[in-house]
């Protein structure tokens, strides 16, 4: 599998990379500062910002699928991803791309949801927390909603450092746990690229109840 990778850099892109790699996958790492990521095989770092939809779209030329684990950086707030998005979705329509896996938030709302108390506090929590990571990611699904994309936004529950489980729990209707690692939202992100699994959809991820 060929994956175009953007946030690579990131925590949780770091995990999607480390996981791809190692099942042997090829991944086309997109980043600023191609000094961030350590040479491996099959690895191939691009070098492009997000509103450059030319290398963009060389990078995605081939992928079976643009993963996007990008998040709103403390370090550049008047930039969020979302406003790349116009770019990044013309350069997948000219690179001929319709799979996108996003990594989301656990409080964003979307058609379907029937969350119970619980998934209530814990969405409130991360409204609270991530305000402007949430309305980064509302304007991303509101964007994939209106191509005829074949997208996936993984809605996870508080992101935490640990280990690849592969025990995690995944709701269509509800956010059923108050966090999630880095690894287990990598490994399942990684999975519905390659089942093809959950298409214009956008499940909640977390980990189980303890």
Known sequence: MKIALLGASGATGREVMK????????????????????????????????????????AFTGADAVVSALGVSERTPDEPPSSALPEIVAAMREAKVKRFVGVSCGALAFT?????????????????????????????????????FQWTLVRAARLVDGPVTGQYQVSLKRLRGRTVSRADVAHFALSVVRERSYLQAAPFLSAPAS
């Open 112 to 148: 379907g949801d029937d969350q119970d108390l619980p998934g209530k506090i814990a969405s409130a929590l991360l409204r609270f927390s991530r305000k402007p990571l949430l309305e980064d990611k509302q304007r991303e699904l509101d964007s994939l909603t209106l191509t005829d």
């Open 19 to 58: 996981q791809a790699l190692s099942a042997g996958d090829e991944v086309r790492a997109v980043v600023r500062t191609p000094g961030s990521i350590q040479p491996a095989e099959r690895l191939a770092v691009v070098e492009a910002k997000l509103g450059d939809k030319a290398k963009l779209a060389e």
